[in-house]
């Protein structure tokens, strides 16, 4: 081997990388500990995109083509290395391509529930997973944040990175945008597209990088916020409780025939005094029974009832539903009740008047 051959030997002549394993993000170049032939040329493909490093510092840029490595196409690595005649010998620098392509069906999960507040269930403790696509779109900020000098950046060790970032950034967003969980559970597809602009500036400001698309595929609640919202739906779809209460009434006669509908009221009616009476006997009261609403006789043995104002639970005892609906139908005006301090109070004649509508 000539003396030629030997010098020839020790510098990089071509620099290219050829990606195809589909999961590397960063590749860097293998250089054998060579330098760099002034001259030179450089080959980045599609969806690439070489990046030098000079002494840990960032030198210049290349975009897809055909690059000769001379001084008028680097001036930045020029700069760094302070040579006031530029690149007239060989010199020695780290090149890193960066994958640029789009990453599709990337998995993200919060480990633990974030917390969130919301409008109506106040402070809420919510999990959330689906998937995302990316890109990246800064190869510097990337370098830097992200996948540090790693010579061969794969897509698991960004997902070990990222995960918790992606799930801060996506916490920070949801709580910007104050979603109702009520609309978490039921607009996926929407609430992912609504959160992109809000995610983006965090992504790219810190990581360069870039979500094309961020789908939520389910967000879950502890179980009692997920009662509340059932109970929530169940009131929605009875309406009020005067017009469930009469409902009841109605279905109740419906099934027991044309003639004897009008008895069984009554009796309705009796069992609700009844019930009434016995919530007043187990705190001592005893007196004659009022006349029970349309003009139904009340049993004559049955003991007193002297209680004049009664609390949603004990409301909710007689007509068979619970204390939040009762309180509802306060709120609602359906019911006349008064707020006493922190509790609510209704009168019998507000319940008679109740009853008889």
Do not use: C
Request: net charge negative; no cysteine.
């Amino acid at each position: 081997m000539g003396l030629m051959d030997y010098f020839k030997g020790q510098f990089l002549e071509i620099i290219e990388w050829t990606d195809d394993s589909r999961d590397t993000l960063s590749f860097r170049f293998v250089d054998e500990d060579k330098e760099i032939k002034n001259g030179a040329q450089l080959i980045v493909r599609e969806s690439q995109v070489a990046q030098f490093v000079y002494l840990g510092q960032f030198g210049d840029t290349f975009e897809p083509g055909k690059h000769t490595l001379v001084t008028d196409n680097i001036p930045i690595l020029s700069t760094l290395k302070g040579w006031k005649y530029g690149f007239n010998s060989p010199f020695k620098a780290d090149v890193y391509f960066v994958n640029t392509r789009l990453f599709t069906g990337n998995k993200w999960g919060t480990s633990n529930p974030i917390m969130m507040r919301d409008q109506d269930f106040g402070i809420v403790r919510a999990r959330a997973f689906g998937t995302f696509d990316f890109r990246i779109v800064d190869p510097k900020l990337f370098l830097k944040e992200v996948a540090g000098s790693d010579h061969h950046f794969r897509l698991d060790e960004f997902a070990d990175t990222m995960r918790s970032r992606i799930v801060s950034v996506f916490s920070d967003a949801l709580a910007s945008a104050k979603i109702p969980v009520l609309d978490l559970a039921t607009r996926y597809t929407d609430l992912g597209d609504a959160l992109l602009p809000l995610i983006n500036p965090t992504l790219q400001a810190k990581y360069g990088i870039e979500f094309p698309s961020f789908i939520l595929e389910n967000v879950s609640v502890p179980p009692e916020v997920e009662a509340a919202i059932d109970k929530r739906s169940s009131m929605s779809a009875i309406g009020n409780l005067n017009d469930y209460v009469k409902f009841q009434m109605a279905e109740g006669m419906a099934k027991g025939g044309g003639a004897g509908a009008p008895a069984e009221m009554a009796m309705g009616f009796a069992m609700a005094q009844e019930m009434m009476k016995n919530t007043n006997l187990s705190q001592g009261g005893g007196s004659t029974p009022p006349p029970l609403p349309g003009g139904a006789p009340a049993a004559s043995a049955a003991p007193a009832l002297n209680v004049d104002v009664l609390t949603p639970a004990q409301v909710a005892q007689v007509l068979g539903v619970t204390e939040e609906d009762v309180i509802a139908s306060i709120d609602s005006g359906d019911l006349k009740g008064k707020k006493i301090g922190s509790a609510y109070r209704i009168t019998r004649a507000a319940l008679d008047d109740f009853l008889k509508h």
